[in-house]
């Protein structure tokens, strides 16, 4: 039998032994009466449960101490109570909006397989989930722009090194300094934020916390030593210090700008950076660590944005604008060969999305072994239904089943046999059986795959179940709550977006016109349109809503952070049957260069690199105002080569913002 194994028998022989006595023991009772401790040492003893206890802690099993006030021996309690899931009131309807969660994020989110087995416990005793619970599981679409085949097992090893604070090793390319070299860091906790995934740790060679993105990781994630343990997290860390920074406000701050918003735009600013600033009588004062970042944030505005303090910020902006009326005046410069396709590296083989804990997995199964025999003493039921339940592969099945028959409370008192007969599985209730049918609370793993979960498609989930994804997460809090859950407490849920996809959520399923309140990049102020709805699509970090504008008289896709407001109307529409749910379909094609000192980035984003070291992409345009805004955004290191007309009206918007730039520090 393999270490791991002999560990797991160990371990759940003495949450079964402190479940069963119902009173404090001592470590010499453990010795005597566990399975996998009499033989040992006390040498050995004293570290193998020191180390078991440890762990259990960590998966979140509420194993107390405490010294006897006569003899000084340490005593140990597990009470029953607070080792089961708390009664959570969810109903079949929260429950299958749950399960959307998991439909929707299959083979697109690395935690799965964890999110999988936290919805198995909350949903112990009912009908199993692998058809689509709800229609919103078949017309919603998630996609991921920073997944890749080595994403899912790079997370999983990091996640592994968080939860047993081991120091990891990686070859890092750090994309501001164009620089790759082998970085040693004590990780702390995994960020998702605006579709990106960060560690956050402590980097050993200069003693500093960053954050490192997990994509630009360029090698395999290695332990960096043999010990059970390197380090432990500082009591001072806080994740909420690195999470909801706007980019201009990443590093020392080295003061505060005043930017004048456009009154009519100034609910978008207040819904999307309202953490990063305040507004004072329509202007938004924010602090900045960048101010070419803050010029950049305000050169995409197109216009409904100008700076006006410190004097540096408006210098800046002036600048840029000169520069991008400048390259697009006259011919397009000339551009250098592209660079060779080359042979893709061979990579490491990707490793498995971040599994759960084995120990969650056969504390799970045995709770639903237990629950499939009722109020009978055996059951006999399909192999076939816990491989599908629990994604056990078929041929592993047999191994778990016996692992549970070997857990012993000691004295040779079991709570279950398992056999595996041919294509069906037989289960005997022992005389303990009836301590186990409860499901187990989450263990933090689970718990941080729900969260997560939540944050991704949440607000969809909560819109179809028709009511706020708050009430969801309130069900939820106790068993979230009885453990620290580093790093992912559950943002606060936008309940303006919430909304909006409800409505538009009806409108898509009554076939219901739908008037909305839409305000674009370039536009002034919110126009209102009667679209016909089809698809909502979320494409991390954005949410869309794919419709037949008929104001506009075309296709189009709404990105809902720019949508003011939605009311379904009265009116029916018919399906178009030739519509097809597309962003940017049959858009005009840029051909865009970007300076050497940009290209880095955006050949991260699919561009192809020149032989000079700039960069060249063909970007499809939504609109004239969307293109302007990313040019001016890149202040002049990004020129559009053709067609003309897109050339002429770049310089065009330059020209004209840089004209109402100086207007405004004239003096009248």
């Known amino acids: 039998m393999s270490h791991d194994t002999d560990k797991l028998i160990r371990q759940l022989s003495l949450v079964a032994f402190l479940m069963a006595e119902r009173r404090p023991i001592t470590a010499r009772d453990v010795k005597q009466n566990v399975e996998g401790y009499s033989e040992m040492s006390d040498e050995a003893f004293a570290r193998r449960f020191y180390a078991d206890r440890a762990e259990l802690i960590a998966l979140g099993v509420p194993l107390d101490s405490q010294r006897d006030e006569f003899t000084g021996e340490e005593l140990y309690t597990l009470r029953s109570e607070r080792y089961f899931l708390a009664s959570l009131d969810l109903t079949d309807d929260d429950l299958a909006a ?51 085949p080595e994403m899912p097992g790079r997370l999983a090893k990091l996640e592994s090194a968080i939860s047993k604070q081991r120091t990891v090793k990686f070859e890092y390319w750090s994309i501001n300094r164009d620089e790759q070299r082998e970085r040693t860091i004590n990780p702390y906790a ?37 010990r059970e343990r390197d380090f432990r997290i500082p009591t001072d860390f806080d994740i909420d210090d690195y999470r909801g920074r706007a980019n201009w406000q990443v590093g020392d701050i080295l003061g505060e700008a005043r930017i004048e918003v456009a009154r009519d735009t100034a609910w978008w600013v207040q819904r999307v950076h309202g953490n990063a600033g305040r507004f004072e009588d329509g202007v938004f004062v924010t602090e900045y660590a960048s101010l070419p970042l803050l010029a950049t944030w305000i050169l995409r505005q197109e216009g409904r944005a100008a700076p006006l303090e410190p004097a540096k910020l408006r210098t800046e902006v002036e600048r840029a604008l000169r520069r991008v009326a400048r390259a697009h005046e006259g011919r397009p410069p000339a551009v250098a060969d592209e660079v060779p396709a080359e042979e893709p590296e061979a990579i490491e083989r990707p490793a498995g999305p971040v599994a759960p804990e084995r120990f969650g997995v056969l504390q799970a199964l045995l709770a639903y072994l237990l629950a499939r025999c009722g109020d009978k003493n055996e059951a006999d039921f399909p192999a076939e239904e816990l491989v599908e339940r629990f994604h056990i592969p078929h041929d592993a099945l047999e191994e778990h089943l016996s692992l549970l028959n070997l857990v012993n409370f000691g004295g040779g008192c079991y709570a279950v046999y398992a056999e595996l007969r041919g294509d069906r599985v037989f289960v005997l209730k022992e005389l303990f059986g009836d301590t186990f049918r409860s499901a187990p609370r989450l263990t933090p793993l689970e718990a941080r795959a729900i969260r997560l979960a939540l944050d991704f ?3 969809m989930i909560a819109a179809d179940t028709r009511s706020p994804l708050d009430n969801v997460r309130k069900k939820l809090e106790d068993t979230f709550g009885q453990f620290d859950v580093t790093g992912m407490a559950p943002a606060g849920s936008d309940s303006t977006e919430e909304a909006l996809l409800g409505t538009l959520n009806t409108g898509i399923t009554e076939r219901r016109l739908v008037e909305i309140e839409y305000q674009k990049e370039g536009e002034d102020a919110p126009t209102e349109r009667v679209v016909e709805p089809y698809h909502i699509e979320r494409e991390l970090p954005y949410w869309y809503v794919h419709a037949f504008d008929r104001t506009r008289g075309g296709q189009r896709s709404f990105r809902l952070d720019r949508m003011r407001s939605a009311s379904v109307t009265e009116e029916a529409f018919e399906p178009r049957p030739e519509f097809i749910p597309e962003r940017l379909r049959g858009a005009t094609i840029a051909r865009v260069w970007y300076a050497p ?29 969307w293109l302007a805004s990313e040019i001016l955004g890149e202040r002049g290191q990004a020129i559009v080569l053709e067609p003309q007309d897109l050339r002429a009206h770049v310089a065009e918007r330059a020209r004209a913002l840089l004209e109402e730039l100086v207007a405004a520090k004239t003096p009248a």
């Open 98 to 148: 749950l399960q959307t969660s998991l439909y929707l994020l299959e083979g697109k989110f690395a935690y799965a397989e964890p999110l999988r087995l936290a919805l198995q416990n909350l949903a112990l005793g009912r009908p199993g989930f692998d058809a689509p619970p709800t229609k919103t599981a078949g017309r919603v679409d998630v996609r991921d722009p920073d997944y890749s």
């Open 190 to 226: 995994l960020l998702p934020e605006n579709g990106v995934w960060y560690v956050i740790g402590q980097d050993l060679e200069d003693e500093r916390r960053k954050k490192f993105r997990v994509s630009r990781v360029r090698s395999d994630i290695r332990l960096a030593t043999r």
């Open 457 to 459: 498609v949440g607000p």
């Open 597 to 625: 000192e940009i290209a880095r980035w955006r050949l991260e984003r699919g561009a192809r690199e020149l032989v000079d070291g700039a960069a060249l992409a063909d970007v499809p345009v939504g609109s004239l105002e």
